[in-house]
């Protein structure tokens, strides 16, 4: 990986505010360095989402299309629930340079919109009158990512300090472990049921004894670093103090909106397929995107990285970095989707045929086209980083319901008329739109600080 360890070679100069100023300089850091996280959550996330992986492919060869196609349908049913529920508190944390919430605000805000998000699971099992193997899959993947979410919050609080290397240990116990327990429950049963809860378990059991130990550890290294003295384990309970979560939710709330909508945009052809075609294709189709989408594991380590320090590049007006680092990352959004699109090209038929089964490489038109969104996404996705780093919340709102509108217009035309490929070219539709509105909005920022008198 000689291109990132270029990409990450730099010095800090020291954080000047422009005269005059109420740049606030940001304290010092006691976290790895940047390629240091930047490395650890490559490899961790990369670790994880093989494993991900690895579960669609063990469900396509061990079992149906059928059974493929009722576990994406949970996946997808919970996860805009689940991302709304989380209000993306982990960027926030990670950008929240002057401490304006203590964990505690955070860990019982997540646990309260957690809780609502199982019973909003639950409702909709209810209303959508699926079969009991369908709504007990779909509850099942519900739970493990509840679990999942609490885990998440903990995260936050490393990635805030920038110890990545413990959240990339995390997701290197947690995918292969992960993938046994689905796998062995599959193999054992033939039911993809089985194999969903012994996933929940898992992380739960992952939550309880390693994630919750590691963040009490990141809290106290950080506090001692700070010379403060460490106020006993009461910092790492839930605080519910109903004014300060009342404003936290107020200030993430657009962010959270904005994740269900990314992940509502995703899966709108998902229900589409489901409902035009049947849940086989959208058993093919969710393991033709989820190749597409482990492009996303790159771009989430490369993003939760340098989220962090493009916040206090941008807190103390030192935009020349911020905007040098930017530059950089969207350099790795354009030579990972180039280099897909040239996969799928050049050996698509062949890559899905191995992987999974020939009746998946029927659809390799479908799965080019994928790999074009990829691409353009993962750019949209880091400018997307930009403006979190810069706490620019509220506007990314509008954007992402343009997109999802965007999305859902064209799955609604396209995906009766070209199946698959339709889905496929409905995503690319919506990443496009996205990429637009997301670089008008990035310029809009720049200017901004260009305004107050700090040089671009």
């Not at 109903?242 to 709330?253: K, Q």
């Not at 269900?260 to 995703?266: E, M, P, Q, R």
């Not at 217009?409 to 919506?430: D, R, Y």
């Amino acid at each position: 990986m000689l291109f990132s360890l270029k990409l990450y070679k730099m010095a800090i100069a020291d954080n000047k505010g422009v005269e005059g100023a109420t740049a606030v300089k940001p304290p010092r850091p006691y976290g790895l360095s940047l390629r240091s996280n930047f490395s650890w959550n490559l490899v961790g996330n990369v670790v994880y989402a093989g494993c991900q992986w690895g579960i669609l492919v063990i469900l396509a060869k061990l079992t149906t299309p059928e059974m493929v196609g009722r576990f994406a349908l949970g996946l997808a049913i919970t996860a805009p629930i689940i991302m709304l529920s989380q209000l993306q508190l982990r960027g926030v944390q990670a950008t929240d340079v002057r401490d304006e919430y203590s964990f505690g605000h955070y860990l019982g805000l997540r646990l309260v919109t957690t809780l609502m998000a199982l019973f909003v699971i639950g409702g909709v099992v209810w209303a959508g009158k699926y079969n009991l193997q369908t709504a007990l899959v779909i509850l099942a993947v519900g739970l493990s990512k509840a679990f999942e979410s609490i885990s998440d919050v903990y995260y936050g609080l490393m990635q805030r300090h920038e110890r990545m290397d413990r959240i990339a240990k995390a997701m290197m116990i947690k995918g292969p472990l992960s993938l046994a327990a689905l796998g062995l429950l599959v193999y054992i049963t033939n039911d993809v049921l089985w194999g969903v809860i012994g996933l929940a378990v898992t992380w739960f059991l992952i939550l309880m004894f390693y994630d919750l130990r590691n963040a009490a550890i990141t809290l106290r290294e950080s506090r001692s670093i700070k010379g403060m003295a460490f106020m006993s384990d009461e910092v790492m309970h839930p605080d519910f103090e109903p004014r300060r979560l009342a404003n936290l939710a107020w200030l993430a709330f657009p962010l959270g909106l904005v994740m269900a909508l990314i992940s509502f945009n995703t899966n709108i052809p998902r229900y589409f397929i489901e409902h035009e075609i049947g849940i086989s294709d959208l058993g093919i189709f969710a393991a033709l995107a989820y190749l597409v989408f482990a492009g996303n594991t790159i771009i989430s380590a490369v993003g939760q990285s340098v989220v962090p320090r493009l916040a206090k590049y941008y807190a103390v007006d030192d935009i020349i970095q911020y905007k040098r680092l930017l530059g950089r990352i969207m350099g790795i959004g354009l030579l990972l989707g180039g280099i897909g699109v040239l996969m799928a090209l050049i050996a698509g038929r062949q890559l899905l045929t191995f992987l999974y089964r020939p009746e998946y490489a029927d659809h390799v038109t479908a799965f080019v086209w994928l790999m074009i969104m990829a691409g353009v996404s993962y750019l949209a996705s880091f400018l997307g980083y930009g403006m979190t780093a810069a706490r620019y919340f509220k506007v990314q709102l509008p954007i992402f319901m343009i997109v999802t509108a965007s999305t859902f217009g064209a799955s609604m035309w396209l995906i009766p008329h070209f199946a698959l490929t339709g889905a496929a070219l409905s995503l690319t539709v919506g990443s496009l739109v996205q990429l637009i509105g997301s670089g008008f909005v990035f310029v809009h920022l720049l200017q901004k600080k260009n305004v107050k008198g700090v040089s671009l």
